[in-house]
């Protein structure tokens, strides 16, 4: 089954949990990854992958000696993963768990999140242990990088999630729009 009927298929049994009608686009996945590079000894870490739309993106940063994990919950995704990606690590699991997952793994200090989760969408006790869980496991440099779709800006989970995101990072920044997905989305970004 192709990845696009495999996302919307689960979409229409977790709609709460997947919350997004269609994989990203590439150009969201190239606006999530700008200014990311990596160097062996590094680890980027990837939360809520689904079918690997920015996985994708993220494999050609994936020289010798770089480690990526991908952590998500959908079981169904992770099996899918797993057989997409042979190469590459996923975890069932969920992000809020993120400091464990690396401390189990001897990963001390990831240099980059890169999170397909919708954030702004969940419980806001979910969406807060995510952030200030991030944060802790990227303290002391890294960079987190989630978007939103632009339709959330103005709702009270898209303010709480940047006001989360503001108070969690040193530095925060928002992206000029995406357009070219379905639907358009900023990428946020926060810098320890
Ligand atoms: C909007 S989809 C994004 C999928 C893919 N990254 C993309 O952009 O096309 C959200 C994904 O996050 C996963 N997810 C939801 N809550 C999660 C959690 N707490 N931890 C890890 N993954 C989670 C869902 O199962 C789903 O695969």
Redesign the pocket.
């Known amino acids: 089954m192709g990845a696009l009927l495999f ?1 919307i298929g689960q979409f229409v049994r ?1 709609p709460g ?4 009608i269609a ?2 686009s590439q150009r969201l996945a190239s606006a999530m990854l700008e200014g990311i590079a990596l160097a062996p000894g590094d680890a980027i870490v990837e ?5 690997g ?2 996985t994708r993106a993220i494999q050609p940063l994936l020289k010798e000696g770089v480690r990526y994990v991908g ?4 079981d169904s ?1 992770v099996t899918y993963l797993r057989q997409q990606f042979p190469a590459l690590e996923f975890v069932a ?4 768990d993120v400091e464990t997952i690396l401390a189990e793994r001897g990963i001390r200090r990831p240099r980059a999140v890169i999170s ?3 954030l702004a969408s ?1 419980p806001r006790a ?1 969406r807060v242990a ?1 952030v200030e869980a991030t944060s802790r496991a990227l303290a002391g440099g890294g960079e987190f990088r989630q978007f939103s779709y632009v339709h959330f800006y103005p709702f009270p989970g898209g303010r709480d999630l940047r006001a989360l995101m503001r108070g969690a990072f040193t530095e925060f920044t928002v992206s000029r729009p995406v357009l070219r997905n379905v639907p358009p989305a900023f990428v946020y970004g926060g810098r320890n």
């Open positions: 996302f977790h949990r997947v919350a997004a994989p990203s939360y809520g992958p689904g079918t739309s920015f952590i998500e919950r959908n995704f699991g969920s992000a809020a397909g989760l919708p969940m979910l995510i």
